[in-house]
Nanobody, 123 residues
């Protein structure tokens, strides 16, 4: 059983940056792909980005491509999401998820989820 905990959210101005962390405990984090999702107020959960277990491949939604960057440090059981050039429409609760077969926007394959961290971008 893997427990995930996100941190790093906060309030930032339009154009600002944040780095979110996803720390895993239990299980073998280095075996899992990690996905990042977000849920804006009143909206469905949306896919943001994903990174393979070995960090060789990443995949981003069109809305964040070129602005957000996934990375991970398996020695620290931690995945990161760097958010640059933030916009008010990026305001949401951000979640990380892990799974052996998780990849891309589909929720299937992500077996473990964190509680989320709030990102608020002011205009």
């Amino acid at each position: 059983q893997v427990q995930l905990r996100e941190s790093g959210g906060g309030l930032v101005q339009d154009g600002g940056s944040l780095t979110l962390s996803c720390v895993a405990s239990g299980g073998t984090f280095s075996s899992y792909n990690v996905g990042w999702f977000r849920r804006a107020p009143g909206k469905e959960r949306d896919f943001v980005a994903t990174i393979t277990w070995n960090a060789v491949n990443t995949y981003y939604s069109d809305s964040v491509k070129g602005r957000f960057t996934c990375s991970r440090d398996n020695a620290k059981n931690t995945a990161y999401l760097r958010l640059n050039s933030l916009k008010p429409e990026d305001t949401a609760v951000y979640y990380c998820a892990a799974g052996l077969s998780g990849w891309g926007p589909g929720l299937v394959g992500y077996d473990y989820w964190g509680q989320g961290t709030q990102v608020t971008v002011s205009s």
